[in-house]
């Protein structure tokens, strides 16, 4: 027994004496300077609102606040940032009546929070006075955002105390899908997401690697071609005298050319088109008689697009031909389009199509309008322009 509490001892000491290190670091004062030095590493429990500081081993101690600096960094790894936020807490944890609403407090705070993430979400971490743990999300430059989850015991007065129990506030999952409205396929895992370090930033983490590959893939100037999958979808938005209708579903090879920066595309489109075609034509019986025709066949196109900008949401232009399968002479199309592309993968596109040269007894030129929609999926990088 006195051994144990011998050696507790020795550890509660030497965590004491831990917390008052002074390990080198350094803060980004308000004019953005940055100023190297020694903290005091107080190991906090409660997040602070200042920090000792001191130019080195000989020098003064200064207190510096979150009014004097933007950020601190300890040696270990730490970054904090200064923040002001409001947020909500039930000091007690306790519901006790049945006709009064829950006591949420709400608070104030300027403090050094801890970032747990970088990237295209931040994440923070914030510890109340009371030793509850607050985290924060902040998108690019925006005002950080308090992720709000309450849990709570309900007991009412009226009722035993056996029948009291426990209650959760997850308004933090609408809050993240909200910031992850680009990834859909992450909304399942956000609604069985826990309120902890560990979820949030496994979560987090992903969606983050997921923007900075989109970030990369917009102003990447690789010297090797990539290649990219993209199928399409597409149908007639007019009626012309000569075209009823048009459908097709295509899949296309994209050859991104190297040094483009993914802006300069040449691609090759294998699909199956159906078209409804009024033919005017001279019969024993009547001169430029309608025919209609329902033209279904193997299709292939190939042309070149070009993104205009380097951003996420870019408007793109292109132009092509068509060959189809198909027993008439005039299995020709040629076309020119525009649309929009988001991060280079999900694209909506308007093209004219026309025969070229090619009009029927009216004098009509066989053209229409269709719109499609298409997905990129990258396959690889194959080849090197050095």
Do not use: C
């Not at 056996?162 to 992450?186: F, G, N, P």
């Not at 990219?228 to 459908?247: D, E, F, G, K, L």
Request: no cysteine; aromatic share 14%; glycine share 4%.
């Amino acid at each position: 027994m006195k051994n144990t509490l011998t050696l507790l001892a020795i550890l509660i000491s030497f965590q004491l004496f831990a917390q008052g290190q002074f390990v080198k670091g350094y803060y980004v004062n308000r004019q953005a300077d940055t100023v190297r030095g020694l903290i005091k590493d107080g190991n906090w429990f409660v997040s602070p609102n200042k920090i000792i500081f001191k130019i080195n081993t000989q020098g003064s101690e200064q207190i510096i606040t979150t009014d004097q600096a933007n950020m601190f960094a300890l040696s270990n790894g730490e970054f904090y940032y200064a923040q002001s936020f409001s947020y909500t807490e039930i000091p007690d944890r306790v519901y006790t009546h049945p006709d009064e609403l829950l006591k949420f407090q709400s608070f104030k705070a300027k403090a050094f929070v801890r970032m747990l993430l970088k990237g295209s979400i931040n994440l923070y971490k914030y510890v109340s006075e009371n030793t509850v743990s607050h985290f924060l999300i902040q998108e690019g430059e925006a005002e950080p955002e308090v992720l709000v989850h309450q849990k709570y015991i309900v007991m009412y007065d009226s009722v035993p105390r056996s029948a009291a129990y426990e209650k959760e506030d997850h308004k933090y999952r609408i809050q993240l899908i909200k910031a992850m409205r680009t990834e859909a396929d992450l909304y399942k895992r956000i609604e069985t997401l826990g309120y902890s370090d560990a979820d949030l930033i496994k979560l987090i983490s992903l969606y983050n690697k997921r923007q900075s590959s989109a970030s990369e893939n917009l102003t990447n100037k690789t010297d090797k071609m990539q290649l990219y999958i993209r199928p399409r979808v597409a149908t007639s938005i007019n009626r012309s005298s000569n075209i009823n209708s048009y459908y097709g579903a295509f899949a296309a090879a994209d050859f991104v050319l190297p040094r483009s920066a993914n802006r300069w595309v040449l691609f090759a489109e294998a699909g199956y088109h159906s078209i409804s075609v009024n033919s005017y034509r001279t019969t024993f019986t009547a001169v430029d008689s309608l025919v209609k025709e329902q033209v279904n066949s193997f299709v292939i196109n190939a042309g070149a697009r070009a993104y205009l900008l380097k951003t996420k949401l870019t408007p793109f232009v292109s132009i092509g031909g068509t060959v189809y399968y198909s027993n008439r002479a005039d299995n020709r199309l040629y076309f020119f389009g525009t649309g929009f592309s988001f991060n280079r993968r999900l694209e909506l596109d308007v093209s004219y199509k026309f025969k070229p040269g090619l009009k029927d007894l009216k004098n009509n030129r066989y053209s229409f309008i269709d719109v499609s929609l298409a997905y990129r999926f990258p396959v690889s990088a194959f080849f090197s322009s050095k």
